[in-house]
């Protein structure tokens, strides 16, 4: 993964779970490697991933089980709720991005319908 020198890493990498676990690709109640294991993966600090895993606990995004490790939450409704988070956010990062084009609403909405048949044609 290639890091962005102007985001935390921890939240890069938390980021990068949350996708993975609205993707399907963590499905709920699968363990996630453990704070050794992520940190090799990305090539973090082990207080970072240990840091990671608890902002994911705190958003109710995954729990740790003292000995066993830690898991993708298994509420449904989080993970929907999650997801909802994290589209809402996408559309104002890009609603930010192209305000200064000064497109109407309707221009707008045509091309994200027109981008949106090209990619569900692949």
Known sequence: MQFDPMIPIWLQVATRIKQEIVTGTRPP??????????????GINPNTAARIYQELESEGVCYTQRGRGTFVTESSERIDLLRQEMARNAVRRFLGEI???????????????????SLAQK
């Open 99 to 117: 305000a200064p084009l000064a497109l109407s609403r309707e221009v707008l909405v045509e091309m994200i319908e027109k981008e949106a048949d």
């Open 29 to 42: 109640g699968s363990k996630l490697p453990g704070g050794r294991d992520l940190a090799v993966a990305y």
